[in-house]
């Protein structure tokens, strides 16, 4: 069983980067697990964010950040990141990396979904201020 480990939140200003990392730890070798990010602001559904394939050659983001977010990982460091740039007070959210353990093959539907995901971290908080 993997353990996932989320760092890197804090209180920034609109218009601010910030860099997200998820460290993983037992389990599976890393690079054999889908990873993705996905945020829950108070009151709203846990929404996706951005998913990443095995070996870092194939991303999907969720629209309301494209161009904004960059999703990476490095298998070697068992981590996988998700640069934000450009953040807006919409992206205030409780931040959490995600992976899926299963056998499936890449496709842009899966990797969108909650239920794909077999282990999530803690979550780290990001607020973005007006």
């Known amino acids: 069983q993997v353990q996932l480990e989320e760092s890197g939140g804090g209180l920034v200003h609109s218009g601010d980067p910030l860099r997200l990392s998820c460290a993983a730890s037992g389990g599976r070798t890393f690079s054999t697990y889908i990873m993705g990010w996905f945020r829950q602001a108070p009151g709203k559904e846990r929404e996706f964010v951005a998913a ?6 194939s991303t999907y983001d ?20 998700l640069q934000m740039n450009s953040l807006k007070p919409e992206d205030t959210a409780v931040y959490f990396c995600a992976a899926d353990a299963s ?28």
């Open 52 to 57: 990443i394939s095995w070996g870092g050659g």
């Open 103 to 130: 056998t499936r093959s890449w496709g842009p539907v899966a990797p969108r979904r909650v239920e794909s995901y077999d282990y999530w971290g803690q979550g780290t908080q990001v607020t973005v201020s007006s």
């Open 62 to 81: 969720a629209d309301s950040v494209k161009g904004r977010f960059t999703i990476s990982r490095d298998n070697a460091k068992n981590t996988v990141y």
